[in-house]
């Protein structure tokens, strides 16, 4: 089921992957002319976002094999877990509800069968990493191009992305 | 042809004098000495790198203080405190319309003078700064982890509050004294009873060391004179506070002729030790009073106005040892005390000399009783008795005086344009520089604290002249920075400022920075009409009030549409935006809205009030550009007849 459900969106993804450069190309431009959204996270983060030129020309493979960028490089899953679940879908309403829902495309993507499409530590590090995720990670970069309005940091914890996580494996096992 | 040439000749020629000559003029206007790359790169903050210091400087009749960089002179943020704002809809939403409440009903604008940083042990510590509105009198206290106006408090008992904020060495009290003394209570009295029946007053306002919360502490009530300036004792004399004031001759009319009479006016030394002794004894008097103390939460996003009743008022004549006035010629206007809380510099404005007072020579005066007579209970030291010495005919006009903390005082001269240098022990003068043009206040980083930083001078100048592009009769008033490091003052830049700058301070970017908000949680808005989450946005009726609880995120309202509205109502906007990510702040705003815009920072909520006039379909948009898609973060409210039968509703896509 994941083989065929990641087969087209990987033909998809490289498809818009020369939109995407040329997007993220201009995006730049600008950034340094207007000090727009780009320049503003730069300077947000401490050690300035270097282009890696390797990364955009960089073949795709399975998006489940990518944990994209960012703080988390490993997740350890268990069973699912019922309260920690609970307590990420409040923080995910909170949070998250104004760009996205489970079944229908919004101002971001629907996010059903997310934890199906995306490795855990991906989804976590996009959660919470979100500007840098748009710059560097290929996967995100494709999301920006499609959906153009860039995810919105809004500084989740750790603790508080792993349980968002869990709402959406929750989500996903039940579905 | 060749007459073709000639004039072009001519031409190249005389551009290439206008070129070589331009410079030079400007150099010789700065004194012939400056060094011009030199003092470009001491000014110069390469892109994307941080000044040294912030400088706070009043607005002056702009009612504000805007916040430049040092040495960069880069002007970067414009603090409203008791001006109507559009930029960021203070003193236009409906949360910070309480700030502006006074007893004379909302007052959205005032005469902003004197920017005094909050100080620990004699030092600025970077919480907030004070500043005070001359005209209708009020201090307010901004919190520097925001850059926003927290708290005003109204002066009772008050008319002009020209001598204030002036704070003391451990912020206990930021002081105001009246600039015209008023009937007390204020009532209609004949004004040629002024002498009988007019007073002054001087407030002590107490702030809270962990919330910085200003409370009126007591008034001791002076004799009807003006009280121009003032300046809290450090070290030796901590506990005391100065106040200059003129008019000793108690004129009301054509008082440029009638203040300046008397050779010698006075600085009244008020001992709040004392006073809180007195206090303690329950020596001041409850008197009925009306004035406001505003306050803003960063919890509810919100400021509430209290009225408040009374007033406790101490009286020198039951009070002795409160209050000695020190002779002092003539008019004078700044009254500064240097780091080591000594010397008290008495700046007689209308006088060539400066007297410097020496606080020991104070404290010997009192207990000798060493006095030339009393007035209203308080006793006037002899002026030989106190005097330290005399800087004889340094300059003409001397206004202000700040310190370097190497022994030196910088005074600024209004009449012959010019900064002087002297030292203080010796009163010897070492160096001076022009200033373009007719200097007011001056001011040193620290420059009035027990340990100044140093470093540089700001010069704040009441004329601009031909320093700037002419943009009609009224230019820019002009800021110009000093290198004082070295034994001479170099002149380094000149920048335009906003309104007439008063007084400015400085501190070190370090003591703010890393005690800066970088957004509101949601988790702790305690807003009343926050919406949290966009399944909370909605519409309610309540009779003819609609409220909006509507909310924003990169790039849309929730809700977007809306309907339902009839003209007559009062539609409140409640918008909350929810990013949660530094410096993403949305605006809001309605074709047609008699106020302005909100400027909602992450987490915060703020209110719109609308009343539409006619039926239509009104659109609305964010006005601070937040994203690629910016532009469409807009919406609609359709507004119908009065009594129409459309519905209130209202969404967002499909729901
Ligand atoms: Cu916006």
Redesign the pocket.
């Known amino acids: 089921m994941k083989t065929l459900n990641n087969t087209p969106k990987v033909l998809k993804i490289s498809g818009n992957l020369v939109l995407s450069l040329l997007f993220s190309a201009l995006m730049f431009g600008c950034g340094s002319n207007a000090g727009n959204e780009n320049a503003s996270t730069a300077s947000d983060n401490t050690e300035q976002t270097q282009e890696n030129t390797e990364e955009l020309t960089e073949e795709l493979t399975d998006p489940m094999d990518n944990k994209g960028v960012g703080p988390v490089d490993h997740v350890d899953l268990g069973p699912i877990d019922v309260t920690m679940a609970a307590e990420g879908k409040v923080i995910f309403e909170e949070n998250c509800t104004a760009c996205h829902q489970l079944e229908d495309r919004y101002v971001g993507p629907a996010l059903k069968e997310i934890t199906a499409r995306r490795s855990p530590e991906w989804i976590m590090n996009m959660i919470m990493n979100p500007n840098e995720m748009v710059q560097k990670d290929p996967v995100a970069k494709a999301l920006l191009a499609e959906y153009l309005s860039p995810m919105a940091n809004q500084n989740i914890s750790r603790e508080d992305a792993r349980r968002i996580l869990e709402y959406f494996r929750s989500v996903d096992e039940v579905k | 042809m060749i007459h073709f040439i000639k004039k072009y000749t001519a031409l190249i020629l005389s551009a290439a004098f206008t070129f070589a000559c331009t410079p030079q003029r400007s150099n010789n206007e700065a004194g012939g000495v400056m060094n011009v790359s030199n003092a470009a790169s001491k000014v110069y903050v390469a892109p994307g790198n941080h000044d040294e210091f912030y400088a706070f400087m009043s607005g002056g009749f702009s009612g504000q203080i805007s916040v430049y960089g040092l040495p960069s002179g880069r002007l970067f943020r414009v603090i409203p405190v008791f001006s109507q704002d559009p930029e960021k809809g203070y003193g236009y939403n409906e949360e910070t319309k309480p700030m502006l409440q006074t007893s004379y009903g909302f007052v959205p604008w005032d005469d902003a003078h004197h920017p005094e940083l909050s100080q620990t042990d004699g030092v600025p510590d970077g919480r907030w700064i004070f500043i005070n509105g001359n005209n209708t009198p009020r201090i307010a206290r901004v919190d520097l982890s925001t850059f926003e106006t927290a708290e005003i408090i109204e002066i009772p008992n008050s008319g002009g509050n020209h001598s204030s904020p002036f704070i003391t060495a451990n912020s206990e009290y930021v002081v105001a004294g009246t600039r015209f003394s008023v009937p007390i209570p204020n009532e209609d009295v004949a004004l040629d009873q002024y002498k009988e029946k007019y007073k002054g007053s001087l407030s002590f306002i107490s702030v809270d060391q962990e919330s910085g919360d200003m409370d009126m502490a007591f008034q001791v009530l002076v004799p009807g004179y003006d009280y121009d300036l003032a300046h809290a004792g450090k070290g030796q004399s901590h506990g005391w506070v100065f106040f200059t004031t003129y008019n000793t001759e108690q004129s009301n009319t054509l008082k440029e002729i009638g203040a300046s009479q008397n050779d010698k006016d006075f600085i009244a030394a008020v001992n709040w030790k004392k006073a809180e002794e007195y206090l303690a004894q329950g020596k001041a008097k409850e008197m009925p009073a009306s004035y406001y103390n505003n306050e803003y939460s960063d919890e509810t996003h919100s400021a509430t106005a209290t009225q408040k009743k009374s007033v406790k008022v101490l009286i020198p004549e039951e009070c002795p040892g409160l209050v000695y006035f020190l002779p002092t010629p003539k008019s004078p206007h700044g009254v500064d005390v240097d780091p080591t809380g000594e010397y008290i510099v008495g700046n007689g404005k209308l006088s060539a000399d400066m007297s410097v007072h020496s606080f020991s020579k104070m404290m010997q005066a009192i207990e000798n009783e060493d006095f030339e007579t009393t007035i209203d209970g308080i006793p006037v030291l002899k002026y030989e008795s106190v005097l330290d010495g005399i800087v004889k005919q340094a300059g003409l006009g001397p206004l202000h005086t700040e310190f370097d903390g190497k022994g030196n005082a910088y005074t600024s001269f209004f009449i012959s344009s010019e900064v002087v240098k002297w030292k203080v022990d010796s009163k010897e003068v070492v160096d001076r520089a022009p200033t373009y043009y007719s200097i007011g206040h001056l001011m040193i980083p620290g420059g009035d604290s027990q340990q100044p930083f140093g470093k540089y001078l700001v010069a704040l100048n009441k004329i601009t002249k031909d320093r700037y592009l002419p943009t009609g009769p009224e230019l820019a008033h002009s800021a110009q920075l000093y290198d004082i490091s070295g034994d001479k003052m170099e002149l380094l830049l000149d920048f335009p400022t906003i309104g007439e700058p008063h007084y400015a301070q400085a501190l070190p970017a370090e003591l703010v920075k890393p005690r800066s908000v970088k957004t509101f949680k949601l988790s702790e808005n305690h807003h009343p009409h926050a919406a949290k989450k966009e399944n909370e946005a909605r519409v309610e009726r309540n009779g003819n009030e609609v409220h909006v609880y509507m909310t ?1 995120i ?2 849309h309202f929730a809700p977007d549409n809306i309907e339902g509205i009839e003209v007559g109502d009062k539609v409140y906007f409640h918008l909350t935006n929810l990013e949660q990510d530094w410096d993403v702040p ?2 809001l705003s309605i074709m047609g809205a008699n106020n302005a815009e909100l400027l909602v920072m992450p987490g915060q909520t703020e209110t719109l009030l609308w009343e539409p006039q006619k039926a239509g379909v009104y659109p609305f948009y ?6 690629a898609l ?1 532009q469409e ?1 807009q919406g609609y409210a359709r507004v119908s007849s009065k009594g129409s039968s459309v519905a209130l509703s209202w969404k967002t896509g499909n729901k």
């Open positions: 924003s990169r790039s949305h605006g964010c006005t601070d550009f937040c994203s910016h973060m």
